[in-house]
């Protein structure tokens, strides 16, 4: 990689779970139920390190490779927490010495028909092109998570 | 490359409005081009588009040519589209495979 660049991109991403709002909370709050979903390992990645300290100012990190690459590492703090409501934190995220991104996620929970509606938004800003072929990775390792649910289930 | 002929087969229109025909049942040529205002040789043309993609597959039995969706055909297509997820979005899909198979509590 040569040269310097920063890419800034914003999505949103909204679900609909037919759980109660303190349900889905938990899965955020309580750090074993988070690790479930959050740094799941799987035939792709093994998982080497999983921190979690829910509350504000408190950070949550993990770290795991792909076929024994170089550990990805996810880095955050909490800024704001507002119980059943929302949850912001600022992230960093680390493959190997390289830091390839910081970005800022906002996780809003209201109740939905019943069930609950999640709207996360991220603002982020990726460094010098690392981001690309590396969250092809994630997604291909996701998939897969994907395919083995939908076997149990 | 297979995927190139699915999504150049999947970019028309009439192409798709005939696999979703064709997901209920086979049907024969004639019955195929019933629904759409064109000549028999351009929906000839479209099914060997489809066919080429191996989205479908025809036999003649005496006079009357069948086509059917072939098996696991878009498989492949929905494989890809499946992958070209973001991390977050694969997360949230495990948050929610996982909400909706715990017990309560």
């Given at each position: 990689m040569t040269g310097r660049s920063q890419a800034h991109h914003d999505f949103t991403l909204e679900r609909t779970f037919t759980v109660p709002v303190e349900k889905v909370w938990a899965a955020f709050a309580d750090k074993e139920t988070k690790r479930l979903w959050f740094a799941a390992e799987n035939e792709e990645l093994s998982m080497t390190a999983y921190e979690e300290d829910?509350?504000?100012?408190g950070h949550g990190m993990n770290e795991g490779s792909f076929h024994g690459g170089p550990p990805h590492r996810f880095h955050c703090t909490y800024t704001d927490i507002v119980d059943l409501e929302r949850i912001i934190y600022t992230y960093d995220m680390w493959i190997g010495d390289t830091h390839i991104s910081t970005s800022i996620t906002t996780i809003v929970f209201e109740p939905a028909d019943g069930g609950t509606r999640l709207t996360l938004t991220e603002q982020g800003v990726h460094l010098d092109g690392y981001d690309n072929g590396e969250q092809r990775e994630l997604g291909t390792a996701g998939l897969l998570d994907d395919l083995g649910a939908t076997l149990v289930a | 490359m297979t995927l190139d002929r699915m999504f150049h087969a999947l970019s028309d229109g009439t192409r798709r409005a005939m696999i979703e025909r064709l997901v209920r049942n086979p049907a024969s040529v004639s019955d195929l081009a019933?629904?759409?205002?064109?000549s028999l040789p351009a929906v000839v043309q479209h099914l060997a588009v489809l066919e080429a993609a191996g989205l479908v597959t025809s036999q003649k039995i005496g006079r009357v040519r069948t086509v059917q969706l072939a098996p696991e055909a878009l498989t492949a297509a929905g494989t890809w589209i499946g992958q070209q997820r973001i991390p977050a979005e694969r997360q949230l899909d495990r948050l929610g495979d996982l909400l909706s198979t715990t017990p309560e509590r």
């Open positions: 829910f509350r504000v100012g | 019933r629904p759409f205002e064109m």
